[in-house]
C-alpha cells in the first residue's frame, strides 16, 4: 500500500463511501417513556376516538338544549337537579325533559342531554336549578371523535418526537411507538503519548483530548459514544480496539496515527482486517489530510487525524451528517452565522482549507477572528466558536470579507 | 379559603414566589464522561502546562536550527542521523553539533535540539540525512506551555459544558469538575378519568396526556423528569403523591384539580400541607386561570390546569425559566419566529391571552395561523409549533399584524 491513497476531494470520499456503505437506520420498539427526541420510523394511526365519548368541556350542568331556549339575564329557566356526575365516572340516568344534572369537566355527558350550561350562568338553590342564558346543541360538549377519530393519522413517519408530540402520542394511547435508536459509535484514540484524562502523566506523556471531545461531538448528532480509550502502539492491540468497536457499534472512530509517518499503522492495519478496507486515504483538505475512511463488515471506520482541533473539524465535515442519518436526527438549524473576517486567511489551491474562528459581537455585527495557533493547540479549542471554510478553488479569503461561520454546535451561538 | 385567592397577574405570581422560595443550583462533582451539557459551577484552572514539555510538531528531524542555516533547495546541509524518537517515549540522548535524530510529531524534543526539519524537507540515506531548508530555533516545535500555562484559567464558572470544551478539560487532565446537577422535578398528573397511556380504557376513562408531555417539556429544560403516576381522587393520596415528590425531587408539578369545580380539592389540600402554603390562586392568564402556586418544606408546588394544551402553555410562562435557572441551563435561543397573523384574535383586557399557533411557510415569510379547537383538544398539541401572547391591555391582535410566535421548543423550527 503506498504512503497515501489517491488524495481525494470531501465530495469524491463521500461518493466514494456512498458506493460501499448504505447509511440505514433500523427501527425498533420503545416505550412512551424513552423516546424523547428520537424520531418516529412509522406512522401512528389512532386507534381510539378522542375523546372516547360525549364529555363536558366545562363544569356545570348537562342539559336539553332545548330546555334552555328563552332564558336570559333577567328570566332563567329552572330545572329540576337529579344528580351529579364526576370526570371518571359513567353515567347510569338518563335525562329527562325539564331536568338537569350537575357535571364537572371531562364527565361524560348522559343520555338524553345535548348541552352543557356552564355554572357561571346557573345558580342552584337546593333541588332547583336557575339557568340565566340558554345553550345551543353541543354547546360545551367535547364530542366523541372531536378531536381525534379512530383511523385518524396523529404522527408521522420521519417526525422528531418532541415533548408536544409525546403528548399527542398518550392521548392515543400509543404506549410503545417504532422510532430509530441512537446508533451507537466506537471511540477509540491512539497514540503512545497518550494518558486518560485524570492518570498520572509520566514524562514524555499527554492527557487525550480526542476522546472526550470526540465522544461529546458523537453526542450532539443524536447518537451514542462508546469510548474504548486508548489503543496502544500495537498492531495486534489496534486490531483489537477495532474489531472490539464493529462488534459493539454501528461507526468505528480512531483518531491519530493515520498520517504517512513512521508510527502511523494504523490504516495498514485496519486494511488488512477485511473487505473492501481501506477505501479512503488522504484528503484535501487542511488540516484533515491523514484522514482515511475504511469500511469492514459493512460498518464504516474512519480514521482521524490526531490533533484535536483537527479531529473535530474533520468529524464536523465528514462524519457528522452520517450519524445523523443513521440517527435520524434532523439536520441542525442555525448552524452558521455570517461574520466579516478580521484577518486576510490563505489557502493552497485545490484543497479546502478550515480555519477555526472566535466570534466578537462588534456593536450587533459579527468579526469572525482567526485563531492561528495552529491545530495542535487545544486552546484553539477552548476560543473558537467555529471554522471558516477557503474553497478548493480560493488562495485566499481577505480581511473584510463576509464569510459563513460553520459553528462547533452547542456553543453559545447554537 | 375563598375558591380563588386574588387572581394575580403573571410577574405579581412570580414575586410572590420570589418571597418565599430562591431557586438555588447546588454543584456537584462529576466525571467528565457526565457532564456534558451541563453547567460548570466553578472556574477550572489548569495544574499543568500544556504541552507539558517542548514537542515536535510534525514529523521530522530535530536538529540544531543553526546547523541549518544556510541550507536550500539546490545546497542541503548533511547532517548525521543519531537516533528515533517516537511520540509518548522520553529522549535519554543529547544532541551534538551536526547531529539530528528521527522524531514523530508529539515526541519530546531531545535536549540539545531547538528546532525541527519538517520530513517533507529532509531525505535520509543510511545514516545521512540531507536537510534541504533552514529552519529558525523554535520552529515547528510546541514548546513547553505554549498552549496552556500552568495556573491559567481554562474554563469559567457559568459555562455551558459543550464537547468542545470537554476536550479542553481533558487537556488539562481536569477529570473531575464541579457542575450544577439536573434538578429533579416530580410530575404528577390528577383527575379520576385518567388512566396511564397504554392501559386499560373503560367507559368515562381517558388518557393521561400531561404526564409525558410535561416529563418531556421538563426534559427540554435541563431538568429530570420524575412521573410520579396518577394521583387519585382523594384528600389521602393526593397527600401522598406531593409527599413523595418533596421527597425525592426539587419541584414538584401537579395538573389537573386545581380550578374552582366540585371536584378540584387538591389546592386545598396542599394548603394544608405546610407552611406558607398555597401563595398563589388564580392567573390572570388564559388559559391558565386555575394555577396555583404552593411552597412546602422550602420547595415549590406548582399546580397547573388539566388540558393538555393549557399545561404546557402555563409550565412555559410560569415554571420553565426556574428550571432552567436551577439546572444552570442557558436560556433557549431563537425560541420565538415572527410571523403574520391569519386570522383576528380577540382577549379580556386585564388578562393576558395565549393563543396556539400553527406556522405555515407561505413564500419564505411566516404565517401564524390560530388553532381554535380549544385547549381541551389534543390535537392542537399536533398542529401548534409554539403560541401568540396577547398582553394585558390589549383586546385584540388583528388579522395581518405581525406578532411574536413562543415556540414550544424542540419542534421543527428551535
Known amino acids: 500500500m503506498s504512503r497515501f491513497l489517491r488524495v481525494l476531494t470531501l ?30 420510523a412509522g406512522d401512528v394511526v389512532s386507534k ?21 331556549f328563552g332564558a336570559g339575564e333577567g328570566a332563567p329557566v329552572e330545572l329540576t337537579l337529579v344528580g ?20 364537572s ?15 357561571e350562568h346557573a345558580v342552584a338553590e337546593g333541588k332547583k336549578v336557575g339557568v340565566y342564558r340558554a345553550v345551543a346543541p353541543s354547546e360545551n360538549v367535547a364530542e366523541r371523535g372531536s378531536d381525534i377519530r379512530k383511523g385518524q393519522r396523529v404522527a408521522q413517519a420521519g417526525e422528531l418526537l418532541t415533548h408536544v408530540r409525546l403528548g399527542v402520542l398518550a392521548a392515543v394511547g400509543a404506549e410503545r411507538v417504532r422510532v430509530f435508536p441512537r446508533p451507537k459509535v466506537a471511540v477509540i484514540s491512539s497514540g503512545a503519548e497518550l494518558v486518560r484524562s485524570g492518570g498520572r502523566l509520566n514524562p514524555g506523556k499527554i492527557y487525550d483530548v480526542d476522546g472526550p471531545a470526540l465522544s461529546g461531538a458523537v453526542s450532539s448528532c443524536g447518537a451514542e459514544p462508546v469510548y474504548l480509550g ?22 468505528v472512530l480512531i483518531s491519530g496515527g493515520s498520517s504517512a509517518g513512521a508510527g502511523d499503522i494504523i490504516p495498514q492495519v485496519v486494511d488488512g482486517m477485511g473487505k473492501p478496507g481501506v477505501i479512503v486515504h488522504g484528503l484535501a ?32 465535515q465528514l462524519v457528522a451528517d452520517y450519524l445523523r442519518d443513521i440517527s435520524g436526527a ?63 478553488e480560493y488562495e485566499l479569503v481577505d480581511e473584510g470579507e ?13
Open 48 to 68: 381510539i376516538d378522542v375523546p372516547p365519548f360525549d364529555r363536558a368541556a366545562y363544569d356545570g350542568y348537562a342539559v336539553r338544549a332545548s330546555d334552555t
Open 330 to 392: 434532523p439536520k441542525p438549524h442555525a448552524s452558521t452565522v455570517r461574520a466579516r473576517l478580521t484577518a486576510r486567511v490563505l489557502s493552497a489551491r485545490g484543497r479546502r482549507e478550515l480555519v477555526p474562528v472566535r466570534l466578537v459581537d462588534k456593536a450587533g455585527r459579527w468579526l469572525a477572528e482567526p485563531i492561528l495557533k495552529g491545530s495542535g493547540a487545544v486552546t484553539s479549542l477552548s476560543t473558537a466558536e467555529g471554522y471558516v471554510e477557503v474553497p478548493l
Open 230 to 251: 486508548i489503543a496502544p502502539d500495537r498492531a495486534s492491540e489496534i486490531r483489537r480496539f477495532v474489531r472490539k468497536g464493529l462488534r459493539e457499534c454501528d461507526v
Open 402 to 414: 463576509m464569510v459563513e461561520v460553520k459553528l462547533f454546535g452547542g456553543g453559545r451561538h447554537g
Open 84 to 103: 351529579h356526575l364526576r370526570a371518571g365516572t359513567w353515567p347510569k340516568k338518563r335525562l329527562r325533559k325539564g331536568e338537569c344534572i350537575e357535571i
Open 105 to 119: 369537566t371531562g364527565a361524560p355527558t348522559p343520555k338524553g342531554s345535548d348541552a352543557v350550561a356552564m355554572s
Open 11 to 40: 465530495e469524491q470520499a463521500k461518493t466514494k463511501l456512498g458506493e460501499n456503505w448504505r447509511p440505514r437506520p433500523h427501527a425498533v420498539t420503545l416505550s412512551l417513556d424513552d423516546v424523547l427526541d428520537r424520531v418516529l
Open 285 to 316: 483538505l487542511k488540516p484533515g489530510k491523514p484522514t482515511f475512511i475504511a469500511v469492514l463488515d459493512g460498518k464504516p471506520v474512519f480514521g482521524l487525524p490526531g490533533y484535536p482541533v483537527s479531529a473535530l473539524m474533520v468529524f464536523d
